[in-house]
C-alpha cells in the first residue's frame, strides 16, 4: 500500500432534528433556531425582515425567497449558547473594524476565518436540507471549523456606503458536494471563502497532495501520495491573486493522517514545530485525533509569509477590480485550477495498483453563470 493518507470520517446520523452544530438529535422541548445568516448581519444590511432569495429554482430557474429572518435551522441550546456567545460575537466585532476601514490583529484574523467555515457549512447543510432529498452528510459545523485548509480573500473599499449583503458560489455541483467555497459581500466587504483538504498546503511548505486517489474497496473513502516542500511561504500564489484584495490563510493537517514515521516527518519535525500555534503532543492514542494549524499566513505586508504574534495588526487592501464579477469568476477560477485536482481522478487497490478514470459526483458540470451575486438580498 503506498504511503498517504485517508480523510478523516465523521458520524452519519440522517434526520433533520438534528442539531446542525453537533449533529447530535433534539426534541422540540430542548431545539432552538440557528440563523446560519445572523440577525445582526441582516440587521447591519438592511430590514431583517425583509424577503431575500434562498436561491433558483433547480428546475424553473425561478427565485426561491423567503423573509430572510426565517432562513434558520434546529440547533441545540447548549451549541447556540456556545456559538453565540463566542464565535458569532467575535465575528461581529471583527467585520464591523474591517468595515470601518481598520486593521485587524492576527487573533481576529482567526475568528473570521472560523466564522466563515460556520456560514459556509451551514449554508451547505441548509441548501441540502432544503431540498429534501435525502442527505446524511459526514460531517457538521462543529466537524469542520478550522480543520481543512483555508483561505479568506477579502477586499475593503472605504468609499462604498451603500447597505446589503449577497451570496453567490452556492449553485454549483462542488459546493453541493463539499462546500468548497463562496463568495460574500457584506456591505462595503467582499470575501471568498475558500477550504478544502490539502487547498493551500504546498503554498504554505507544507507537506501537499501530489496524487489524490480513491480506495478501491470503498470508493467514498480517499488517499493523498504526500510530497514536501521546504517549508517556507511560498509567493506564487498566483490562483489566489485577487489584485489588491488581501489573503489570509491557514495549513492545517490531523495528526492520525502520521501513520508511519515518514509522514509523521513530514509534518513534524524542527521546521514545522515553530509554525503550528500549538506544539503537538502524542502520549497517548486520543491524541492522534486532532488538528494541528499552522500559524496565519497573509500578504497584508507586501509578500506572503507566516504571522506568529498574535497582536500584529493587518491592514485589508481593496481589490482594483472591486466587483461582485470579478470575485465570482475568481471563486470558479479557484473551483478549477486548485479544488477539482485535489478530487481522485483515478482508483487504487489495497495491493498499490492503481486503475484509470473515475467517474465521480463533483465530476458533473460546473455552471460558469448564473450566480446569485447580481441579486443583493
Ligand atoms: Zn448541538
Redesign the pocket.
Known sequence: MPQGFKRGSAPNEPGWTN?I??G?P?GKAERSRERVIPMWMLRATGDPNRVIKIESDPITGADVVRPASTFHFP??K??NEKYGKTLEARAKNAIESLMAGKSLAVARCYWLLDWLDKVRVGLWLGYNMLHKEEFAPKFRIDQRIGIKDRVAIVSVDPDDRTTGFALGGMDNQIFRTSQAGMYLKINNLRILSLSFDGFVSRYAGMPFPKEVLALSENLEASMAMMEKTDYRVKQDWKAFDVPGATIIAQSSFWLANCSDDETFDMYINETTIPRFRRIPRIRKRADLEQFVRTHLISNATGSFGYHPNPRQKLRFGRAKDNTDWHFMRSLYALFIREVLPLNPKRVVDPDGTRRGALVRLISQPVHLVGHSSEAPF
Request: hydrophobic share 35%; aromatic share 12%; net charge positive.
Open positions: 442539531c452544530f453537533c447530535k433534539v440547533a441545540c447548549p451549541c
